[in-house]
């Protein structure tokens, strides 16, 4: 076991000893110097105030530098007397995991809402330096063992910032109290934590319930929409028992996030259902089951002006339990929208948001089908150049599914060939429409009935023709023996694979190349800032350096096929860097300062999957060179009087072993309430006896003699009496006393503690009368400098005192 390292340094302001002289920055590229921990403290409230001031705000410092070999760290802080936890306070570095304990010993990882007795910062695989962020590759989605969902419907995928990647989906044509939303860790293939799942839809915002606990009806064939400023928030179509409108799920949060309600269903006339929904510009629509075109906008999350807008096609199955039949899709900024009117055929129609009417050329919706067919989809079309050119329709009815398209004008156009091959009776749902790792625009259609228990067609718009090398439709004989009865994919860009879901349940990986399951191709995506490893406020140069492979043979990638591109937080293309033989990336010609935060992807070719499993987790690491990160954390410093200083040390557990900070110390200087009040009462006795006039004498005490008591010479009997009537210890009393040195010697120094009283007697023979002396009192306390009270006077009379004002007989 290794030996605890500790360093000690005791602070006597905020800022004086609070790091290791001479310390050099530990770089993510220097491993050979040992972690190293270190805390400094800065005051909110009062800066560069020293000593601080009682109910001052601190900020605590903790900069932790790893010099050891990869492996988990723990950075923990417990919080000593005299201080108190600011809420929400604590921050901690990419790629850590903060946490709260109440008792110092158990920590949980939601903050909890009073008594935070210790913080703390975890990093499973905290690496030399710090200066870096990992995300683990994902492995190729293989088919997961337990159904995903029952009836789900298209997958979503969401990638955290934190490096997590799950597959989420909803249960459709479902009623309100179902529970409905399904989470896949694709990292494990397993179910998210914060099951059980699948977990019910609520309109009111909060952590997902449990149960049949629900309020929204999900429709027949979704589509999702994914916030742009926030791509955890997915908005969704749903009923409810008395509106049509928006859902809200946030994935990051395992929370419903709101509902918008866009139409009631009271009527007139009475709406029983919708679908949507697509994004065009600012807003989001759909369409109601009467044909009505609903929209909300997204930075407000309300309804847009006007809406819901004139029909555009026909009513489908706006009947009581009904539901909508149709889909949506978007061309050169007009919604396209499919329709099942009772009776058939399918239609189409279009809406344009700039005039918030049916677009030029589509007064009336077009018939897309042959007599009595249905839809379930609707699609883009796009010239060869990716330009969008008109919208499809697929329709169903005794035969393979029928596409029609028309331009945007609403003249006919030729659609896309392959879908004759397509078993009788077969249905088709709205492709996921991409580009292909081969450069070239790329809709994926899923298929399943008829004769036809599940598959994929490619279509190739770039070259006008079915997918090369992608069989249409493509069957996935290895996933549950091929009944995939495929609803609908995701495109994930990172490891350039599809994700399928089908009414089956199963959630598989498909290649966009061949069509084969699963998908045999892994990736990464790692968004570093390295101004978010710091949080002191100073400036702390910043390089970035390079990205790496880790725990991965490089013999089971193809390097030459692999790529990786480099964008800003806009997108922008910044590098396209190649991978070198050693699996590095050289990030060091962008500019930190430039580009304050990079996003580096990688999309990896396996050539074997051999990797990924047994506890083995290969990832890509990013990396930067810099000051060592930070955790930071804010308390109050009491307002108790009895606290006079408190401090601070933290530690850290890491493959070394376990290292302690430096200990902050600081000062606290009493507030006014909190500072000893000393008052003194200097009297001389009446009488000319020692005996009355020592300790515990009856005197009397006077401020003036009797005139003639002392006669022209004599001895004067002094009393000093020095009271504490503040709530602390006065330190280092002295008596000041120039006339009688002799009360000085005789009080000493001593200490007075709160309500505490002290007499000091001391004697002078006085030469000369009349004589007033006068007496005051120094004292401090404890962080506050010396203050010497007001004086007290008492006057030796002689028998001129007699004609003094007081003492003239009346």
Same mark, same amino acid.
């Given at each position: 076991?290794? =030996?605890?390292?500790?360093?000690?340094?005791?602070?006597?302001?905020?800022?004086?000893?609070?790091?290791?002289?001479?310390?050099?920055?530990?770089?993510?590229?220097?491993?050979?110097?040992?972690?190293?921990?270190?805390?400094?403290? #800065?005051?909110?409230?009062?800066?560069?105030?020293?000593?601080?001031?009682?109910?001052?705000?601190?900020?605590?410092?903790?900069?932790?530098?790893?010099?050891?070999?990869?492996?988990?760290?723990?950075?923990?802080?417990?919080? +000593?007397?005299?201080?108190?936890?600011?809420?929400?306070?604590?921050?901690?570095?990419?790629?850590?995991?903060?946490?709260?304990?109440?008792?110092?010993?158990?920590?949980?990882?939601?903050?909890?809402?009073?008594?935070?007795?210790?913080?703390?910062?975890?990093?499973?695989?905290?690496?030399?330096?710090?200066?870096?962020?990992?995300?683990?590759?994902?492995?190729?989605?293989?088919?997961?063992?337990?159904?995903?969902?029952?009836?789900?419907?298209?997958?979503?995928?969401?990638?955290?910032?934190?490096?997590?990647?799950?597959?989420?989906?909803?249960?459709?044509?479902?009623?309100?109290?179902?529970?409905?939303?399904?989470?896949?860790? %694709?990292?494990?293939?397993?179910?998210?934590?914060?099951?059980?799942?699948?977990?019910?839809?609520?309109?009111?915002?909060?952590?997902?319930?449990?149960?049949?606990?629900?309020?929204?009806?999900?429709?027949?064939?979704?589509?999702?929409?994914?916030?742009? #400023?926030?791509?955890?928030?997915?908005?969704?179509?749903?009923?409810?028992?008395?509106?049509?409108?928006?859902?809200? +799920?946030?994935?990051?949060?395992?929370?419903?996030?709101?509902?918008?309600?866009?139409?009631?269903?009271?009527?007139?006339? =009475?709406?029983?259902? +919708?679908?949507?929904?697509?994004?065009?510009?600012?807003?989001?629509?759909?369409?109601?089951?009467?044909? &009505?075109?609903?929209?909300?906008?997204?930075?407000?999350?309300?309804?847009?002006?006007? #809406?819901?807008?004139?029909?555009?096609?026909?009513?489908?199955?706006?009947?009581?339990?009904?539901?909508?039949?149709?889909?949506?899709?978007?061309?050169?900024?007009?919604?396209?929208?499919?329709?099942?009117?009772?009776?058939?055929?399918?239609?189409?129609?279009?809406?344009?948001?700039?005039?918030?009417?049916?677009?030029?050329?589509?007064?009336?919706?077009?018939?897309?089908?042959?007599?009595?067919?249905?839809?379930?989809?609707?699609?883009?079309?796009?010239?060869?150049?990716?330009?969008?050119?008109?919208?499809?329709?697929?329709?169903?009815?005794?035969?393979?599914?029928?596409?029609?398209?028309?331009?945007?004008?609403?003249?006919?156009?030729?659609?896309?060939?392959?879908?004759?091959?397509?078993?009788?009776?077969?249905?088709?749902?709205?492709? &996921?429409?991409?580009?292909?790792?081969?450069?070239?625009?790329?809709?994926?259609?899923?298929?399943?009935?008829?004769?036809?228990?599940?598959?994929?067609?490619?279509?190739?718009?770039?070259?006008?023709?079915?997918?090369?090398?992608?069989?249409?439709?493509?069957?996935?004989?290895?996933?549950?023996?091929?009944?995939?009865?495929?609803?609908?994919?995701?495109?994930? &860009?990172?490891?350039?694979?599809?994700?399928?879901?089908?009414?089956?349940?199963?959630?598989?990986?498909?290649?966009?190349?061949?069509?084969?399951?699963?998908?045999?191709? =892994?990736?990464?995506?790692?968004?570093?800032?390295?101004?978010?490893?710091?949080?002191?406020?100073?400036?702390?140069?910043?390089?970035?350096?390079?990205?790496?492979?880790?725990?991965?043979? %490089?013999?089971?990638?193809?390097?030459?096929?692999?790529?990786?591109?480099?964008?800003?937080?806009?997108?922008?293309?910044?590098?396209?860097?190649?991978?070198?033989?050693?699996?590095?990336?050289?990030?060091?010609?962008?500019?930190?300062?430039?580009?304050?935060?990079?996003?580096?992807?990688?999309?990896?070719?396996?050539?074997?999957?051999?990797?990924?499993?047994?506890?083995?987790?290969?990832?890509?690491?990013?990396?930067?060179?810099?000051?060592?990160?930070?955790?930071?954390?804010?308390?109050?410093?009491?307002?108790?009087?009895?606290?006079?200083?408190?401090?601070?040390?933290?530690?850290?557990?890491?493959?070394?072993?376990?290292?302690?900070?430096?200990?902050?110390?600081?000062?606290?200087?009493?507030?006014?309430?909190?500072?000893?009040?000393?008052?003194?009462?200097?009297?001389?006795?009446?009488?000319?006896?020692?005996?009355?006039?020592?300790?515990?004498?009856?005197?009397?005490?006077?401020?003036?003699?009797?005139?003639?008591?002392?006669?022209?010479?004599?001895?004067?009997?002094?009393?000093?009496?020095?009271?504490?009537?503040?709530?602390?210890?006065?330190?280092?009393?002295?008596?000041?006393?120039?006339?009688?040195?002799?009360?000085?010697?005789?009080?000493?120094?001593?200490?007075?503690?709160?309500?505490?009283?002290?007499?000091?007697?001391?004697?002078?023979?006085?030469?000369?009368?009349? +004589?007033?002396?006068?007496? =005051?009192?120094?004292?401090?306390?404890?962080?506050?400098?010396?203050?010497?009270?007001?004086?007290?006077?008492?006057?030796?009379?002689?028998?001129?005192?007699?004609?003094?004002?007081?003492?003239?007989?009346?």
């Amino acid at each position: 076991m290794a =030996s605890m390292r500790t360093i000690s340094i005791i602070a006597t302001g905020l800022t004086a000893a609070l790091a290791l002289a001479g310390a050099p920055p530990v770089s993510a590229q220097d491993q050979t110097q040992a972690s190293t921990i270190t805390k400094s403290a #800065q005051n909110v409230t009062s800066p560069g105030a020293s000593p601080a001031n009682h109910g001052d705000v601190i900020k605590w410092v903790l900069a932790y530098g790893n010099g050891t070999s990869p492996g988990p760290a723990t950075i923990t802080d417990t919080l +000593l007397a005299g201080q108190s936890f600011v809420p929400g306070s604590l921050t901690v570095p990419p790629g850590w995991t903060p946490a709260w304990s109440t008792d110092g010993s158990t920590f949980v990882g939601t903050e909890p809402g009073s008594g935070v007795a210790a913080v703390r910062a975890t990093n499973p695989s905290a690496r030399p330096g710090g200066t870096n962020l990992t995300h683990f590759l994902l492995p190729p989605v293989q088919t997961t063992a337990t159904p995903t969902g029952g009836d789900g419907f298209s997958p979503v995928i969401y990638r955290s910032p934190e490096g997590a990647v799950e597959s989420w989906n909803m249960y459709h044509h479902l009623v309100p109290a179902s529970p409905k939303v399904v989470c896949i860790n %694709l990292l494990t293939n397993q179910p998210c934590a914060g099951g059980p799942w699948p977990r019910p839809v609520n309109t009111t915002a909060g952590p997902l319930g449990s149960g049949s606990t629900g309020d929204i009806q999900s429709t027949l064939t979704p589509s999702y929409v994914i916030d742009p #400023q926030s791509p955890q928030r997915v908005y969704y179509p749903g009923v409810t028992a008395t509106t049509v409108g928006v859902g809200c +799920l946030d994935m990051a949060a395992r929370a419903n996030c709101g509902y918008v309600a866009l139409d009631d269903r009271a009527g007139p006339p =009475s709406v029983h259902g +919708l679908e949507g929904f697509v994004k065009v510009g600012g807003s989001i629509y759909g369409v109601s089951a009467l044909g &009505e075109v609903l929209c909300m906008q997204l930075s407000t999350l309300t309804p847009c002006a006007g #809406q819901p807008y004139a029909a555009v096609v026909p009513p489908s199955n706006n009947s009581p339990g009904g539901y909508y039949q149709g889909s949506l899709t978007v061309a050169n900024g007009l919604v396209f929208i499919s329709s099942s009117p009772a009776g058939g055929p399918a239609r189409l129609g279009c809406f344009d948001p700039a005039t918030g009417a049916a677009c030029t050329g589509w007064a009336t919706a077009k018939n897309a089908g042959p007599a009595g067919s249905t839809t379930y989809a609707a699609f883009t079309s796009y010239t060869t150049g990716g330009v969008a050119n008109g919208a499809c329709v697929p329709a169903v009815n005794s035969g393979p599914p029928a596409v029609t398209c028309f331009t945007l004008a609403g003249d006919p156009l030729a659609a896309p060939t392959g879908f004759g091959a397509v078993a009788n009776g077969a249905l088709t749902f709205n492709p &996921e429409t991409v580009t292909a790792p081969n450069g070239h625009l790329q809709s994926y259609f899923p298929f399943w009935g008829g004769g036809l228990a599940g598959g994929t067609g490619c279509y190739d718009w770039t070259a006008a023709a079915i997918c090369a090398g992608f069989p249409f439709p493509k069957t996935h004989p290895n996933v549950n023996g091929g009944a995939t009865r495929d609803y609908g994919y995701a495109y994930d &860009e990172t490891t350039q694979c599809l994700l399928a879901l089908g009414d089956a349940g199963y959630l598989f990986s498909v290649d966009p190349a061949t069509g084969a399951t699963p998908c045999i191709r =892994s990736g990464a995506s790692v968004t570093l800032t390295p101004g978010a490893f710091y949080c002191d406020g100073a400036a702390h140069s910043q390089t970035y350096t390079n990205a790496q492979l880790t725990n991965i043979t %490089l013999g089971n990638v193809d390097l030459g096929a692999s790529t990786a591109v480099v964008t800003d937080p806009d997108q922008n293309v910044l590098a396209t860097p190649s991978f070198a033989p050693d699996g590095t990336l050289d990030l060091s010609g962008i500019s930190a300062i430039a580009e304050p935060s990079i996003t580096v992807s990688a999309q990896l070719v396996l050539l074997s999957t051999s990797d990924f499993g047994g506890g083995n987790q290969p990832a890509l690491v990013v990396n930067f060179t810099g000051d060592a990160p930070q955790v930071c954390f804010r308390t109050t410093l009491s307002s108790t009087c009895a606290v006079t200083a408190i401090s601070n040390t933290g530690n850290v557990d890491d493959p070394g072993g376990k290292l302690t900070s430096n200990t902050v110390t600081l000062p606290i200087a009493p507030g006014e309430s909190c500072r000893p009040q000393v008052t003194i009462n200097k009297e001389i006795c009446a009488d000319t006896r020692a005996s009355r006039c020592g300790p515990g004498g009856p005197g009397p005490w006077v401020k003036n003699s009797p005139a003639g008591l002392l006669g022209l010479l004599g001895t004067a009997y002094w009393r000093i009496t020095v009271t504490n009537s503040g709530p602390i210890d006065a330190l280092n009393v002295t008596i000041n006393d120039s006339v009688a040195p002799g009360c000085v010697t005789a009080a000493g120094t001593f200490l007075l503690a709160p309500g505490g009283t002290k007499q000091i007697y001391c004697s002078s023979f006085l030469l000369l009368l009349p +004589l007033t002396n006068t007496a =005051s009192a120094t004292f401090s306390a404890a962080n506050m400098g010396p203050v010497t009270t007001a004086p007290s006077s008492a006057t030796a009379c002689s028998l001129v005192c007699i004609l003094l004002p007081g003492n003239r007989p009346e």
